[in-house]
């Protein structure tokens, strides 16, 4: 079906909203999009763009952009937390190498994309907070705080975690809490580091690191475990010695880099199900969401922002290939369901592997370090059906 013309409206200037917008104008579409904020920006940490997400950005034509914005990374490491020894590395090398495995500042991804949808020509309206997603008429219609009333031939609902698009599809669904909280930084680095993913393991908590912006700046991410409800979402700010006292306990290298903090963010991590329902067709317009507001995920995959990137894609690809709506956003929904409910499971046990301790710490742990010597591969391969996945191809 050709989308040369094609309204669409987006909701969300994150990067499942930046992203399908760049990619359904390319393909001819008159493409709006939405945005509450006053400007685009995203003040984020950092994030992981892992081979499958960036064979995206490739495909998008703003491979270019992600390298000049990105480190390549090397390597991830598992490290015993309390002592800092290595317990397993896995080489990154072995993964695509003609993608790569990049870090990169959100705010820096976020930039890169705005850049893309605004030269493919896709128009962005700030200040236009949609409170909800009317589904009454003939058109999916975006009701904004301001009062207005915004129809679409085409509505795609990347409006996050708290998505009124996935309400109106499939009503409010309470998440659970999963007594973990996590906390989020970036502090000054070091240049010489190596352009690694450090994993470090403890009972009951854990903290991933790694570089950013040349190594000029190093991103934390904390994970605990606690009975006490957090609030959901990423604006609680929070004492940093809250979070040296954490991890006290860990390694020399780790409290280093906690003393560095002087802004932390923490917030509580929530279990989200899979969205049900991811569209509806009516009479003359169509309604579907994507990326976090279809699957939300826990942060221990590192998929969140490549979940999206793939969603855009593949959604792009799917209406431009298949007459009509109904037929292109059932066949969407049906290919990608599986998968990304696949990744947030995955997500889930990663949580749970980092956290062991006792018995279970030690044999855990002694298992990775065999395996790192006898297959140094095999951990990374038991993960090819995510990385070396390509929805470009």
Not at 189 to 201: L, N, Q
Not at 251 to 264: A, H, I
Request: hydrophobic share 50%.
């Amino acid at each position: 079906m050709s989308l040369i013309g094609r309204r669409v409206t987006v909701l969300g200037a994150g990067v499942a909203g930046l992203a399908v917008a760049r990619a359904l104008a390319m393909r001819g579409a008159a493409v709006t999009v939405l945005e509450q904020a006053d400007a685009i920006r995203e003040v984020g940490a950092g994030l992981q763009v892992s081979p499958n997400g960036a064979a995206v950005l490739r495909t998008l034509g703003l491979g270019e952009a992600l390298e000049a914005a990105s480190m390549r990374a090397s390597g991830v490491v598992l490290r015993d937390g309390l002592d800092g020894a290595q317990v397993l590395r896995m080489d990154l090398a072995r993964l695509r190498p003609g993608q790569g495995w990049h870090f990169v500042h959100r705010a820096d991804l976020i930039a890169l994309l705005e850049r893309g949808a605004r030269e493919a020509g896709v128009e962005l309206r700030l200040l236009q907070k949609v409170e909800a997603v009317d589904l009454a008429g003939e058109r999916p219609v975006a009701v904004t705080a301001q009062g207005g009333r915004v129809e679409a031939d085409l509505m795609i609902g990347a409006d996050g975690l708290h998505s009124p698009a996935r309400i109106a599809l499939n009503g409010k669904v309470a998440p659970f809490f999963t007594h973990q909280v996590a906390w989020r930084a970036v502090v000054p680095g070091d240049t010489s580091d190596p352009a690694e993913a450090e994993v470090h393991m403890g009972p009951g908590k854990h903290l991933v690191s790694y570089p950013l912006r040349g190594g000029q700046w190093r991103n934390i991410v904390a994970v605990e475990e606690r009975r006490r409800w957090v609030e959901e979402g990423w604006s609680l700010r929070d004492d940093p010695m809250e979070l040296r006292l954490a991890f006290a306990g860990f390694s020399p290298r780790v409290r280093g880099w906690l003393e560095r903090v002087e802004d932390v963010w923490l917030w509580g991590l929530f279990r989200h199900p899979v969205a049900k329902v991811w569209h509806r067709c009516m009479p003359l317009g169509s309604l579907a969401i994507l990326g976090d507001a279809a699957h939300p995920t826990l942060p221990f995959l590192a998929q969140g922002a490549n979940m999206a990137l793939e969603d855009a894609w593949s959604l792009a690809a799917a209406l431009a290939g298949h007459d009509g709506d109904a037929a292109a956003l059932a066949a969407w929904e049906a290919g990608r369901k599986p998968r990304c409910a696949r990744i947030v499971e995955a997500a889930n046990a990663n949580a749970r592997n980092y956290h062991l301790s006792g018995a279970k710490r030690a044999i855990g742990h002694g298992v990775l370090r065999l395996g790192g010597m006898v297959a140094p591969g095999a951990a990374l391969k038991r993960f090819d059906w995510l990385y070396g996945h390509d929805v470009t191809a």
